[in-house]
């Protein structure tokens, strides 16, 4: 049924009163490719944000890292990356993993900026991300924060269920081990470099370099449409 729902979005007329780039973004969701589409000819968006913690109700993002994939590479000129305004010190637990202390984040920009930025960088691309459904949410609360009525609604792929997807095609999900499809295990598995991870912009470089590796091996099973990478 989501075929229905995009299309009955898409035929929802534009927001006229919603602030500019929010209204860009909804003419440009209006145009995204068919299903059909080959793999090579789609255009990938993989992001990562760093947020003070796990609770996408109340944590709020602190940076944002994202790289385009298009043409099934990586493209390194192509790239959006911020750190964001925020109130108060990162819990000490937060700022262990991703380094960013308060005196970083008052160099930022503000969150209403933040978000406009990346939505116009997204456009009606497909999002990747690791656990991309949890870095979607966290952009949406932003939205919700600056007074947009509306939610991201491109495509989304998470490389670590296509992973998943793709390497145990017949296995017991009983023997599912969600260790060995961490971004780091995928990186080492597929022999990627890791030097910058635990940042917006290096995990989000890895998580690219994984997706093209993942795209090779869809290949390989058949899948070669944007259409069959949904399924």
Known sequence: MEWLKELIYQL????KNAPAFWQRYSAALK????GSTPLAGAEFVVFDTETTGLDRRTDKVLSIGAIKVSGLQVLVSDTFE??????GAPSTKSAE??????KELETGITEREAVEG???FI???ILVGQHVDFDIAMVNQMLKRQGIKGKLRNRSVDTAHLAIRLERRHADNHTLKNAEYSLDALCERYNLPTDDRHTASGDAFATALLLLKLLSLAKKRGVTTVGELMK
């Open 12 to 15: 929802q007329p534009v927001d």
């Open 82 to 87: 911020c750190l964001v305004q925020q109130e």
């Open 31 to 34: 145009e995204q490719p068919p």
């Open 118 to 120: 990346f939505v116009d």
């Open 123 to 125: 456009g009606n691309a």
């Open 97 to 102: 993993v991703h380094g960013l202390l308060s």
